[in-house]
């Protein structure tokens, strides 16, 4: 595992705690309009100050940063958005992350109190919230997650290659089906199942969906719930799909729900958990940390102790592939370790365990 101080460097130490000011100022581009203004087309900085109504020397200032740091790119006295801010911060872009910008500063108020959590417990920092407050960080908080799905599910599909033409595939904890669909479009014989609680299919099957994708609404963490999903799709799962939901739960209800739901996979059946582990890189160990102050229960996991579980469901074949933006996917099978394919082979590393 690699965390980032360890190269020991002054450099380091600088990015580390300087890192909140690149935040404020991606932010605050995409706040100010000026994203949206060179969508439209190409400025000056004169249009651009008069089009978001900065002022001249302190907009001035803050449009050189934005061509130092790259957001911007100039070129004959005209402004462009550079290609990192056209694929993440532009309005109209698939892979479009301005609801994280928006639903990142929410989990930040407890980062500023960790000391409290540590002193008093995980959860000390949970407080319920008006309704009204509620419906809405919930619903920047599903429409984050879906943004970051669009990226991190194009990694996960680019390195789980190799499967059949046709089969079934269950997404547990699915949300809006964001891996579904990005699934389906590239193996459009395939049948997918998106489960998620009641509200949340409710939600995402209420607009466009493909006609080989489906909602079947469940708590997993109901035992009665879950065993009558299991009962009604016993076997027929050829993945099953655990996308970022075992860091939402204790050890104890990962492992049961691990264990009731390898009854839905088929005998020849993939088990993916697609996942932030906590010793694959910094970003992992941090997203426990993360777990911590924000929820309950939920916490990240070692790479050890999802197999484990996984072991002990009866899965004693996994490989795990490192994706490029932190993630990693533990695929688990019965029978016979899952092959990947050379492109996936290239780009991630793996490791083959038979046990
Ligand atoms: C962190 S999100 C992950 C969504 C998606 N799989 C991904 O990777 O982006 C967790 C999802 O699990 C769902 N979930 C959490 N607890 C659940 C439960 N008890 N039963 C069913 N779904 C649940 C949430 O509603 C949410 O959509």
Redesign the pocket.
């Known amino acids: 595992m690699k965390i980032l101080p360890s190269d020991n460097s002054y450099r380091t130490f600088c990015e580390l705690t300087s890192g909140y000011r690149m935040f404020c100022v991606v932010a605050e581009a995409v706040r100010l309009g000026i994203i949206d203004r060179l969508e439209e087309g190409s400025a000056t900085s004169l249009e651009l100050l008069a089009a978001t109504n900065l002022q001249p020397e302190e907009g001035e200032r803050f449009i050189a940063l934005l061509v130092s740091t790259g957001l911007l790119e100039q070129c004959d006295g005209l402004l462009h958005l550079s290609l990192f801010s056209r694929t993440f911060l532009s309005r109209s872009s698939a892979t479009s992350q301005r609801q994280v910008l928006v639903f990142e500063p929410l989990l930040m108020e407890n980062w500023h109190r960790l000391g409290t959590v540590l002193h008093e417990g995980q959860g000390a920092l949970i407080r319920e919230h008006p309704p009204d407050e509620c419906r809405e960080r919930l619903q920047l908080?599903?429409q984050a997650?879906?943004e970051?799905?669009v990226v991190?599910?194009r990694e996960l599909w680019d390195a789980v290659t190799r499967l059949p033409e046709s089969g079934t595939i269950i997404?547990?904890?699915?949300?809006?089906g964001?891996?579904l669909r990005e699934f389906l479009g590239r193996n459009p014989l395939w049948q997918g199942i998106a489960?998620?609680?009641a509200?949340?299919c409710s939600r995402a099957a209420s607009g466009c969906i493909p006609d080989n994708l489906s909602y079947y609404?469940?708590?997993?963490?109901?035992l009665e719930?879950?065993s009558a999903f299991v009962s009604g799709y016993r076997a027929k799962a050829d993945i099953l799909?655990?996308?970022?939901?075992c860091?939402?739960?204790s050890a104890a209800e990962n492992a049961a729900l691990l264990e009731q739901a390898t009854a839905l996979l088929a005998d020849d059946g993939l088990l993916i958990v697609?996942?932030f582990y906590r010793d694959a890189n910094s970003f992992g160990a941090l997203y426990d940390l993360h777990m911590l102050v924000n929820t309950w229960n939920g916490r990240s996991y070692s790479i050890d102790e999802i197999k484990d579980m996984l072991q002990k469901a009866g899965l004693r074949h996994n490989t795990v592939f490192e994706l490029p933006s932190f993630s990693l996917a533990l695929v688990a099978s019965r029978r016979t370790p899952y092959q990947a394919a050379s492109l996936a082979l290239k780009t991630s590393s793996t490791i083959d365990n038979g046990l």
Do not use: K
Not at 217 to 222: E, H, K, S, W, Y
């Open positions: 908080f599903q997650m879906t970051a799905a991190r599910s997404d547990i904890g699915a949300g809006e964001t891996y489960c998620d609680l509200d949340v609404p469940c708590n997993i963490i109901d719930e879950l799909l655990f996308s970022n939901i860091h939402c739960y697609h996942d």
